[in-house]
């Protein structure tokens, strides 16, 4: 057919985007203390920070948002979502939160004592965090292929088996259930096989283990199986997300990525062995059991985006929109995790900044670089998000430097893509003039969020 592939939607209702110039662009990060987090949203073009909340409503979605019950208690919009939820996920229990760290929250607080250890292909940095926070270990266990950016694999997410029999044999007794992150945001936003989740599955309950999914982005990962895995080329997107499902005993998800709307998140649990503890953790800290933390209208907007959110055209364009801006930065020669993930391009940043020293924060610093060349506004993904600083005052980093831009749903056209490899481009021939940044202030934990920075 033809070579262009177009936006499966067309635009109702637009936002202006404020341009800026570079001068103005270098005031506004050095007021931001060289942290994109803290730059505003307005003096940025395109904000490729996350993927999370940021995408565009349909109409069908903002209709029915007045379809919304605000009762306290039983709202008929509860009911709606729990039976989307049910239909996708076979699960029998839906507890509704606020997003996805909320569901982590409950669900480990309600489940985890301190001194256990989680298995999961790569935490997402709340999910980290939180277990930290609750004394928990938290493991990555992704096949190495996962760990080298530039290798081609088509299930770069796979979590690797062999050393998760070693880790149950090891720590058994310390492992209250394994986790799978679909797909591995982490890891460059890289699918997961159903072969793995099947054969992990397997493993998990040969020692008695439930497996609890990240399913953040299971119809992004239900697309790749689609297009990748051999026998599910004729499957639909729903029947493949449901086998998904099946080998899981529950499911955490933040509603922001594949749920297609700005606030939202849930747990869900096959049987009811947690269900009263995780409920009491719910109570307390999100709401009743039928809102959770949620207005009656995000509910309704949630039930009609988890649906459009499995359409087989728009996630086609979805994945191949990362891939289209992959292709661009390959013929300029710029290293990326490949192939593309689903949500986001992750540039190597070694690839643009090979001198500069780890001491430095070379993704930290493209991102800055992003920003300054092109108002772009990316995520770094690399020792300022996973380093740590130890109390003898020394620093670990991360075993890559990646620079992240994720894509929100529905709202940027081809030619904001185009727009954004020239300026990537253009900053990678002018590599030398990158900046490094060495901290200024950080805190314990996620403190990539609140860091300030001065130039190294
Ligand atoms: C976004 C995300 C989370 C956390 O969800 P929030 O809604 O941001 O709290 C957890 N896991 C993964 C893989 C994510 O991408």
Not at 346 to 369: G, R
Request: charged share 25%; proline share 4%; net charge neutral.
């Amino acid at each position: 057919m033809f070579k262009t592939m177009i936006e499966p939607f067309r635009i109702k209702s637009v936002e202006p985007i404020r341009v800026t110039t570079k001068e103005q662009r270098k005031h506004l990060l050095e007021e931001a203390h060289l942290n994109v987090f803290k730059l505003r949203a307005e003096d940025v073009l395109l904000d490729w920070l996350t993927d999370s909340g940021t995408g565009a409503m349909s109409s069908a979605q903002w209709a029915a948002i007045m379809l919304g019950d605000e009762s306290y208690a039983g709202s008929p919009s509860f009911y709606r979502l729990e039976a989307v939820i049910k239909d996708i996920t076979g699960m029998d229990h839906f507890i509704p939160t606020h997003q996805g760290r909320a569901a982590e929250k409950v669900l480990f607080s309600a489940v985890c004592k301190k001194g256990d250890l989680v298995p999961n292909n790569c935490h997402f940095d709340t999910t980290r965090a939180n277990l930290e926070y609750a004394g928990v270990e938290a493991v990555d266990l992704v096949i190495p292929e996962g760990l080298k950016p530039s290798l081609i694999h088509p299930f770069k997410g796979n979590i690797d088996l062999a050393r998760v029999e070693e880790t149950l044999k090891l720590h058994g007794a310390r492992i209250p259930f394994g986790m799978i992150t679909v797909t591995n945001n982490t890891g460059g936003g890289q699918p997961v096989s159903m072969a793995n989740i099947r054969e992990y599955s397997r493993l998990l309950k040969k020692y008695n283990k439930p497996l609890i999914m990240d399913v953040c982005r299971f119809a992004e990962n239900a697309m790749f199986i689609k297009i990748r895995e051999p026998g599910y080329e004729n499957k639909t997107i729903k029947e493949i997300c449901q086998e998904m499902f099946r080998y899981a005993d529950g499911a955490t998800m933040s509603a922001k990525k594949d749920g297609m709307v700005n606030i939202g998140g849930f747990i869900v649990l096959r049987d009811d062995q947690w269900l009263d503890s995780v409920r009491e953790m719910l109570i307390l800290n999100e709401g009743f059991p039928t809102y959770g933390g949620l207005a009656g209208r995000d509910l309704e907007a949630l039930a009609v985006g988890l649906v459009e959110g499995m359409d087989e055209d728009y996630l086609r364009y979805r994945l191949r929109t990362a891939e289209y801006l992959g292709e661009k930065l390959e013929a300029a020669g710029i290293g990326f995790v490949k192939p593309t993930g689903g949500h986001a391009v992750y540039i190597d940043a070694k690839t643009i900044l090979p001198d500069m020293p780890k001491e430095h924060y070379p993704a930290w610093s493209l991102c800055n670089a992003l920003y300054l060349e092109g108002g772009i506004r990316g995520v770094e993904i690399g020792s300022v998000m996973f380093g740590k600083h130890l109390p003898d005052g020394s620093e670990t980093y991360h075993s890559m430097e990646l620079v992240r831009l994720a894509f929100p749903r529905r709202m940027y056209t081809q030619s904001h893509f185009d727009y954004a490899a020239e300026a990537i481009a253009e900053v990678k021939a002018n590599a030398k003039l990158v900046r490094g940044v060495k901290f200024v202030k950080q805190s314990k934990y996620l403190r990539h969020f609140t860091a300030d920075f001065r130039w190294a």
